[in-house]
């Protein structure tokens, strides 16, 4: 059975950093593309970061040259290294396949509340 379940979201001010970590179960997690999603109040679920089985990052333009994608094959963990957050990175964060989530259970993800 896929299980997601992130872990490292927390309260931080404006300018601070955070470490997410989400570790997943029940698949082959080595051979996927995985993404970083998040989802604000009011706001469609959107890809924030994704990394290829052989370390490839892309990002959306919005973290660009704030959030680092990282991954562990062998404990199954994929990471973001959020520095420099915003207000606007406030929402809850999810990991899932990438570029397009293609397991429909979604782990409970972890708040990110940026204050100002």
């Known amino acids: 059975q896929v299980q997601f379940v992130e872990s490292g979201g927390g309260l931080v001010q404006l300018g601070g950093s955070l470490r997410l970590s989400c570790a997943a179960s029940g698949f082959s997690f080595g051979i996927f593309t995985m993404a970083w999603y998040r989802q604000a109040p009011g706001n469609q679920r959107e890809s924030v970061a994704t990394?290829?089985?052989?370390?490839?990052?892309d990002y959306g333009d919005s973290v660009k040259g704030r959030f680092t994608i990282s991954r562990d094959n062998a404990k199954n963990t994929v990471y973001l290294q959020m520095d420099n957050l915003k207000p606007e990175d406030t929402a809850v964060y999810h990991c899932?396949?990438?570029?397009?989530?293609?397991?429909?259970?979604w782990g409970q993800g972890t708040q990110v509340i940026v204050s100002s």
């Open positions: 990394i290829t089985p052989g370390g490839s990052r």
């Open positions: 899932n396949t990438g570029p397009r989530a293609i397991f429909s259970k």
